[in-house]
């Protein structure tokens, strides 16, 4: 991502869990300086 201008805010976390699902959410800056987030679901 960093080629196209975007950077890594952080290391994607948990956010949540919920019984056998975890939710993680990676966030990043775009190439305006804005703050995006991706959600993703896990099944465990």
Not at 19 to 26: G, I, V, Y
Request: net charge negative.
């Amino acid at each position: 991502m960093d080629k196209k201008g975007y950077s890594c805010v952080d290391k994607p976390h948990i956010v949540a869990k919920m019984d056998q699902t975890e939710t993680w959410m990676p966030f990043f800056k775009g190439s305006e300086d804005d703050t995006h987030a991706l959600l993703i679901e896990v099944q465990e």
